[in-house]
């Protein structure tokens, strides 16, 4: 009986870490958090669980090579298709998160409103405001 409980805790101990360290987990609960403000923001630079500099966001329309001459150096895990938020400490990736449009599903989770083909922004300026619609969380600079 023992085991059991000690089996079931360290399960919602793993399923409540995975839940918290997810990019578009964190832009919701964020949202939730400030959602009866007119205006929400959300800064990702006490947002985010790990060490972080530099914030980069990438369209779909960026091909491998945009992206590693942005960079200064070759990405390692790359789908090409979608947009993609990388963030960087001391020139190293330390999180990238990737979005692929799905036409034939609704839109679910964060999706950054641009014009911009790429941005690259240190800490102190990564604050968006965002607003929901349905199961989407839009930010925009």
């Not at 964020?30 to 985010?48: P, V, W």
């Not at 001459?69 to 990388?86: A, C, H, N, P």
Request: aromatic share 16%.
């Amino acid at each position: 009986m023992k085991n059991k409980f000690l089996f079931l805790g360290m399960l919602f101990s793993f399923l409540s870490c995975s839940n918290k360290n997810n990019f578009d987990n964190e832009v919701a609960d964020k949202y939730e958090q400030c959602r009866k403000n007119t205006d929400c923001l959300i800064d990702f630079s006490s947002l985010m669980w790990f060490e972080w500099d530099t914030m980069c966001f990438y369209s779909g329309a960026n091909s491998l090579e945009d992206i590693n001459k942005d960079l200064g150096f070759e990405l390692k895990e790359f789908t090409d298709i979608g947009d993609r938020v990388i963030f960087l400490n001391k020139g190293k990736v330390v999180y990238q998160k990737e979005w692929f449009p799905e036409p034939s599903k609704p839109t679910n989770g964060a999706v950054f409103v641009t014009d911009l083909k790429k941005m690259r922004l240190p800490k102190s300026e990564a604050k968006f405001k965002i607003r929901k619609e349905e199961q989407a969380y839009y930010l925009e600079k």
